[in-house]
């Protein structure tokens, strides 16, 4: 069975950091693209950064561009995300969810789509204060 588990997450001062880990374990694929969602309250998720496990490439939402870093771990099956200069506005819960194999299309161009994965973590609550 596939898990996913964040943990990272807490309150912290605007400008701030946090890094984020998401734990995956119960899986053998050999290709996968691992993202972070995150979703506010009275909000729709929203894609904010992912990495691929065939080139290493990594892909971000322009909201977080300069600020955020993803990175893996792959002899842990980790993925982090270290979230830097952190605003209000970047309050969520951030989930990371895993896609399995190589999309149909160009990675870049769906990274961002929540369709595109098939497995969730059950979250983890980020709060920035102002």
């Known amino acids: 069975e596939v898990q996913l588990v964040e943990s990272g997450g807490g309150l912290v001062q605007a400008g701030g950091s946090l890094r984020l880990s998401c734990a995956a374990s119960?899986?053998?694929?050999?290709?996968?693209?691992i993202g972070w969602f995150r979703q506010a309250p009275g909000k729709e998720r929203e894609g904010v950064s992912c990495?691929?496990?065939?080139?290493?490439?990594?892909y971000y939402a322009d909201s977080v561009k300069g600020r955020f870093t993803i990175s893996s771990d792959n002899a842990k099956n980790t993925v982090f995300l270290q979230m830097n200069s952190l605003k209000p506005e970047d309050t969520a819960v951030y989930y990371c969810?895993?896609?399995?194999?190589?999309?149909?299309?160009?990675?870049?161009?769906?990274?961002?789509?929540?369709?595109?994965?098939?497995?969730w973590g059950q979250g983890t609550q980020v709060t920035v204060s102002s």
């Open positions: 119960g899986f053998t694929f050999d290709d996968y693209f």
């Open positions: 969810a895993i896609g399995v194999g190589r999309p149909r299309w160009r990675l870049f161009s769906v990274w961002i789509l929540s369709s595109e994965y098939h497995y």
């Open positions: 990495i691929s496990s065939w080139d290493g490439r990594s």
